[in-house]
């Protein structure tokens, strides 16, 4: 490949297509505001790379900053690029290592609502070599702030850069930005009273650390159930594994629905150079399914024919040593007391050490607890086909608990999972659902009514679901060290659970 500034140019404009991200990323080199290309004069991608280009060639950044700090940014979004490599080093690149698999001549453009004509394709760069933009000093965690509900990406990169001189930008897309923190004090309530103030517009935001840099994967190629491929293109390596059908499925319609227009159950397996394939737990990561740039991903539907009693003492046995593994981890927070039968056991007695919520003594007002004794439930005929069910054995007040009384067993307290029910397959790691349940106890994840979350699944426990929405409710949520209303991590059923990825159809494969 021979790297030029033309090409360099041609790369971004490939990347960086669309007005919005492609001024958040001039933004994130602090190119002058008022000396933007007009989108209007220049019509592309292309002719909007050239002019600024042109313009830092000319000396606008400060610092006496060249094309390199251009460069850079684009790298560390996407670090396997070869061309921002170049650009970012000035250095030759070496030979890239031969790809996981055949690689197009031109790469398939992303299709986003709404509908603008899209640039020619143009050459896919080279997987990148073992180089890496980030200082061997730069080590985590990685705090990462994302904001979403705005399009305006330049604008509310300059709000929080007004607040953290230092943060990287790491995306910009679907109405979301991503950053990394530097300054770790910031708060969801700082960024979005802060950005409400410049944009006036509303934004929700989140916070999360990670052990792992979070960047951009440039593509995956993805086969869906009937061996067709997609690309997918921009996709953040934090992005949970379940997500990827929704995408690649959202493209088949009714197709891959059920008689009941339920979407059938999928599961995702990442195959290896040479053929291998590994079957991906859905509750990980990309980064931690151990997924890299240009990986091919294969999406089916879960067949349930032949389930029988092998198959049920198989999942029943694997699901102990998952939740015993989860609990010898973190015992601080989780202990099995008892498991029935023991030689297969379908049921298990737990105790959580996490703050929570009660009703108080003879249902009065909500007090804050501090452990909580669940029962976890496998039961033969519905496990492994259908979710496990789960069941408070102590007072509990949760939107998604639902309680009532049942004629000679007493009140019984069950818990919605509706990630469960949309996502659940047979091989989920039952360390993520003890962690989904901790989260759930201790408000990190709660739903709320319809006028809340729209289009959500509703709540189970409407008493508990109207104090949550409460100014006194969300006051002993963050007393407990629960999440507030407007960053918690909601247990969505529905579609909107899912993260946007841009999908892009290939030519059916040959059969």
Same mark, same amino acid.
């Given at each position: 490949?021979?790297?030029?500034?033309?090409?360099?140019?041609e790369?971004?404009?490939?990347?960086?297509?669309?007005?919005?991200?492609?001024?958040?990323?001039?933004?994130?080199?602090?190119?002058?505001?008022?000396r933007?290309?007009?989108?209007?004069?220049?019509q592309?991608?292309l002719g909007?790379w050239?002019a600024?280009v042109r313009q830092?060639q000319?000396?606008?950044?400060?610092?006496?900053?060249?094309?390199?700090a251009?460069?850079?940014?684009a790298?560390?979004m996407y670090p396997?690029?070869?061309?921002?490599?170049w650009?970012?080093t000035?250095?030759?690149?070496p030979?890239a290592?031969?790809?996981?698999?055949?690689q197009q001549? #031109?790469r398939p453009? @992303?299709? $986003?609502p709404p509908? %603008?004509?899209?640039?020619?394709? =143009?050459?896919? +760069?080279?997987?990148?070599?073992a180089?890496?933009?980030?200082p061997?000093?730069?080590v985590?965690?990685?705090?990462?702030?994302?904001l979403t509900?705005?399009?305006r990406?330049?604008?509310?990169?300059?709000v929080?850069?007004?607040?953290?001189?230092?943060?990287?930008l790491?995306?910009?897309?679907?109405?979301?930005?991503?950053?990394?923190?530097?300054?770790?004090?910031?708060?969801v309530?700082?960024? #979005?009273?802060?950005? @409400?103030? $410049?944009l006036?517009? %509303?934004?929700q935001?989140?916070? =999360?650390?990670? +052990?792992?840099?979070p960047?951009?994967?440039q593509?995956?190629?993805?086969?869906g159930?009937?061996n067709?491929?997609?690309?997918?293109?921009?996709?953040?390596n934090t992005t949970?594994v379940s997500?990827?059908?929704?995408?690649?499925?959202?493209?088949y319609?009714a197709a891959?629905?059920?008689r009941?227009?339920?979407?059938m159950?999928?599961?995702?397996?990442?195959v290896?150079?040479?053929g291998?394939v590994?079957?991906?737990?859905?509750? $990980?990561t990309l980064?931690?399914?151990?997924?890299?740039?240009g990986a091919l991903l294969r999406v089916s539907t879960?067949?349930?024919a032949?389930r029988?009693?092998?198959?049920?003492r198989?999942?029943?046995?694997r699901?102990?040593?998952?939740?015993?593994?989860?609990?010898?981890d973190?015992?601080d927070?989780?202990?099995?007391n008892?498991?029935e039968?023991r030689?297969?056991?379908a049921?298990?007695?737990i105790?959580?050490?996490?703050?929570g919520?009660?009703r108080?003594a003879?249902?009065?007002v909500?007090?804050p607890?501090a452990?909580?004794?669940?029962a976890?439930s496998?039961?033969?005929?519905?496990?492994?086909?259908?979710?496990?069910?789960v069941?408070w054995?102590?007072d509990?007040?949760h939107?998604n608990i639902?309680?009532?009384?049942?004629?000679l067993v007493?009140t019984?307290?069950?818990?919605?999972l509706g990630?469960?029910?949309?996502?659940y397959?047979k091989e989920m790691?039952?360390g993520?659902?003890?962690?989904?349940i901790?989260d759930?106890?201790?408000?990190e994840q709660?739903?709320?009514?319809?006028?809340?979350d729209?289009?959500?699944?509703?709540?189970f426990n409407?008493?508990?679901?109207?104090?949550?929405?409460s100014?006194?409710?969300?006051?002993?949520?963050?007393?407990?060290?629960g999440?507030?209303k407007?960053?918690r991590?909601?247990?969505?059923?529905g579609?909107?659970?899912?993260r946007p990825?841009?999908v892009?159809?290939?030519?059916r494969?040959?059969?």
């Amino acid at each position: 490949m021979a790297y030029s500034i033309p090409r360099f140019i041609e790369e971004l404009s490939d990347v960086y297509i669309y007005p919005e991200e492609c001024q958040a990323l001039a933004s994130a080199i602090r190119y002058p505001a008022g000396r933007l290309p007009n989108w209007q004069a220049v019509q592309t991608s292309l002719g909007f790379w050239q002019a600024l280009v042109r313009q830092v060639q000319a000396g606008v950044l400060e610092g006496g900053r060249g094309v390199e700090a251009l460069g850079q940014e684009a790298w560390r979004m996407y670090p396997s690029n070869t061309v921002f490599q170049w650009a970012a080093t000035g250095q030759p690149v070496p030979p890239a290592p031969a790809p996981q698999q055949q690689q197009q001549t #031109t790469r398939p453009r @992303a299709q $986003r609502p709404p509908a %603008t004509p899209a640039p020619p394709p =143009r050459p896919a +760069a080279h997987a990148a070599p073992a180089a890496t933009p980030f200082p061997a000093s730069d080590v985590g965690p990685y705090r990462v702030m994302e904001l979403t509900g705005s399009e305006r990406y330049a604008e509310m990169l300059e709000v929080m850069q007004g607040l953290d001189p230092n943060l990287d930008l790491l995306w910009s897309q679907f109405g979301q930005l991503a950053v990394r923190l530097r300054n770790t004090t910031i708060t969801v309530n700082q960024a #979005t009273a802060a950005i @409400a103030a $410049r944009l006036r517009e %509303t934004v929700q935001g989140t916070v =999360r650390d990670y +052990a792992y840099r979070p960047h951009l994967f440039q593509r995956l190629t993805v086969q869906g159930p009937d061996n067709q491929s997609f690309d997918l293109s921009a996709v953040p390596n934090t992005t949970l594994v379940s997500e990827v059908p929704q995408a690649v499925l959202d493209e088949y319609r009714a197709a891959v629905t059920d008689r009941l227009g339920r979407r059938m159950r999928t599961v995702v397996d990442l195959v290896h150079p040479g053929g291998r394939v590994e079957r991906l737990q859905p509750g $990980r990561t990309l980064h931690e399914a151990g997924v890299t740039e240009g990986a091919l991903l294969r999406v089916s539907t879960e067949t349930t024919a032949g389930r029988g009693d092998l198959d049920y003492r198989i999942q029943a046995l694997r699901a102990r040593n998952e939740i015993l593994d989860f609990a010898e981890d973190h015992p601080d927070l989780l202990i099995v007391n008892a498991y029935e039968p023991r030689d297969l056991p379908a049921e298990y007695h737990i105790t959580l050490t996490v703050p929570g919520i009660a009703r108080g003594a003879g249902g009065g007002v909500p007090v804050p607890i501090a452990k909580h004794e669940i029962a976890i439930s496998l039961p033969p005929g519905a496990y492994p086909l259908h979710a496990p069910t789960v069941y408070w054995r102590t007072d509990v007040f949760h939107p998604n608990i639902g309680v009532r009384d049942v004629p000679l067993v007493g009140t019984v307290r069950r818990l919605c999972l509706g990630i469960l029910d949309k996502y659940y397959v047979k091989e989920m790691n039952f360390g993520e659902l003890c962690q989904m349940i901790i989260d759930v106890a201790s408000y990190e994840q709660y739903t709320l009514p319809a006028s809340e979350d729209p289009g959500g699944p509703g709540v189970f426990n409407q008493a508990a679901a109207d104090w949550a929405t409460s100014g006194i409710g969300q006051e002993m949520i963050l007393s407990i060290g629960g999440a507030p209303k407007e960053s918690r991590r909601a247990i969505y059923a529905g579609e909107s659970s899912s993260r946007p990825l841009r999908v892009a159809a290939k030519l059916r494969n040959p059969s």
